[in-house]
């Protein structure tokens, strides 16, 4: 789930605290270019509204997914470990290439690149939903993951373009943050009405129409950005994102199997492991070594923010796993369709979104250190607590209050955590850190689902060959336990990791939440 707050700082720096510039408005840093907005608020409101449609429809892809996915297990023959792929083949190439989707931008006229992504997230869309096989699927998901990589940056840097700073660009931003905060909902409550009263390929099929009506909308209502010459960093986007797809791959591959045989010690899964680390630690060369690189390796030279990427790692693992395995108890174990299991979830999206409006004022009074530690220390509380559910347990008190005490903890982190990864940052770093803050999240979610459904997968096999009368809800369920227990433990990770060190001071924090 990507995280958006409020508005971000506009005009002259107060005394004491930096000039800062809308974190994620510039990809890389670069000073905004003059406003070209289209003549008349008429041309302005249109603008608003292909830019938060675009940004409504990437956020909702991943969640709208996630409800159809018992329903294309059971079409296309998907295994456990294998399901997982539809949701983090979809976020390696999402979160591998966004900073390269961004820097393309700056090179090539953000415009230009936000048609080129819509277009071709709607065409990866239509292939995905035609999809008869699992490997026609997965790729049209990895496809729609870079098509979104060079969509998003460009859609929120945009806003910077179109509107006059100011009133205007404020509304905008808020518009945008809205967007992405209903993106939640819509994905849980679209997804299910879809799979349940058309077909699971209507998750897909339906951002065929929209996509291509945006991507011909911004032709109309969008002014084209100033190109900055700079180099793009192909190398470091190649081996950063096949690196991190490789260890997803062989992190997953390791899972005991239903032959009840572990795949650690395959010749494949060491291959993918090792090719993982080559790739790495190339990727890590590069980026120290060349002039423009795409992750310049000083932003984690300072302990909070890199505080930040680890603590945000281990929340957005939490966060995959929990739902990606909540889903498939509610609709396998608990018989759900896809509309009621959607519809589940709305608890957490609804405190979610209060407990962050309250966090956003908290945070100028009391800090970010003692509301992260507090929403650190009761995200586990939550998520064990959904561990507990089990075949005979009610929605209220197996589902619904633990959803709201973790969502209460999420809420509570997401604000400050945003807010002290752009304290005392230069503006030449803001655009990279608030990327990174929203590829993170989707690597983070991926490596989390990889490593987690390992085991969680491990256990259902093991299971279903042990038990004298074997029942794949009833061992899915002890799947599902594990799960939920590890995404827990991540969380107090997260916690240990936020004590050690966010040592950020109140008055160094932004006046106002940053979108990122």
């Known amino acids: 789930m990507s995280i958006d707050a409020t508005r971000p700082q506009e005009g002259p720096p107060r005394q004491g605290r930096r000039a800062q510039s809308p974190a994620g408005i510039l990809p890389d840093g670069a000073a905004p270019s003059a406003p070209a907005a289209p003549a008349g608020s008429r041309h302005l409101g249109l603008a608003l509204v292909v830019i938060s449609m675009a ?38 190439t999402f979160g591998g290439l966004l900073m390269l989707g961004g820097r393309a931008g700056d090179i090539l006229g953000r415009r230009r690149m936000f048609i080129a992504g819509v277009t071709a997230f709607a065409l990866a869309s239509l292939l995905a939903g035609l999809a008869t096989t699992q490997a026609w699927l997965i790729a049209g998901r990895a496809l729609q993951g870079a098509a979104a990589a060079v969509a998003a940056p460009a859609a929120l840097s945009l806003i910077a373009v179109t509107f006059p700073e100011g009133t205007q660009r404020n509304r905008a931003l808020g518009v945008y943050a809205a967007m992405t905060g209903m993106g ?92 993982a680390a080559a790739a790495l630690i190339a990727f890590v060369l590069i980026e120290a070594r060349t002039a423009e690189p795409l992750l310049p390796l000083r932003i984690f030279a300072d302990r909070t923010r890199a505080g930040v990427y680890l603590i945000l790692l281990c929340l957005a693992a939490a966060f995959f796993g929990f739902f990606f395995f909540l889903t498939q108890f509610l609709q396998i ?67 619904a209050l633990p959803l709201v005490v973790f969502a209460m903890a999420a809420g509570l982190i997401f604000v400050p955590l945003t807010m002290t990864l752009v304290a005392g940052i230069s503006d030449e770093d803001s655009g990279v850190a608030s990327s990174m803050f929203n590829a993170g999240q989707q690597v983070g979610g991926s490596l989390g689902l990889a490593i987690i459904g390992s085991v969680a997968w491990t256990v259902v096999n093991n299971k279903l060959r042990s038990a004298a009368h074997p029942s794949y809800p009833g061992a899915l369920w002890s799947g599902v336990t594990v799960a939920l227990v590890m995404a827990a433990c991540a969380c107090l990770l997260a916690l240990v990791i936020t004590i050690v060190t966010i040592r950020v001071r109140r008055e160094d924090l932004p006046d106002g939440p940053v979108v990122m």
């Not at 294309?72 to 083949?89: D, N, P, R």
């Not at 339906?206 to 180099?231: D, K, M, W």
Request: net charge positive; aromatic share 10%.
């Open 55 to 92: 940004q409504l429809m990437l956020v909702l892809d991943e969640l709208i997914v996630n409800t159809a996915l018992p329903h294309i297990q059971h079409a296309l023959g998907f295994s456990g470990t294998g399901l997982e792929w539809i949701v983090t083949g979809y976020a390696i």
């Open 184 to 275: 939640g909902a819509v994905g849980v409550i679209a997804g299910g009405l879809l799979t349940t009263y058309a077909s699971w390929r209507w998750v897909f099929f339906v951002n065929v129409p929209i996509g291509l009506l945006l991507a011909a909308g911004a032709r109309y209502v969008l002014p084209e950005s100033q190109r900055h010459p700079r180099r793009l960093d192909l190398p470091g986007a190649i081996t950063g994102t096949a690196g991190f797809a490789l260890l997803v791959y062989g992190l997953t591959r390791g899972a005991t199997g239903p032959d009840g045989i572990s795949h650690w010690g395959d010749a494949a899964t060491l291959a993918s492991l090792a090719g």
């Open 333 to 399: 174990v608990w018989g759900y369709s896809p509309l009621k299991g959607g519809l589940a979830y709305l608890p957490f999206i609804g405190a979610f979104v209060v407990v962050a409006g309250i966090s956003s004022k908290l945070v100028s009074r009391v800090g970010a250190r003692p509301l992260m530690i507090t929403g650190a220390a009761i995200a586990p509380v939550g998520l064990f607590w959904l561990s507990r559910i089990h075949e005979g347990s009610h929605y209220l008190t197996g589902v």
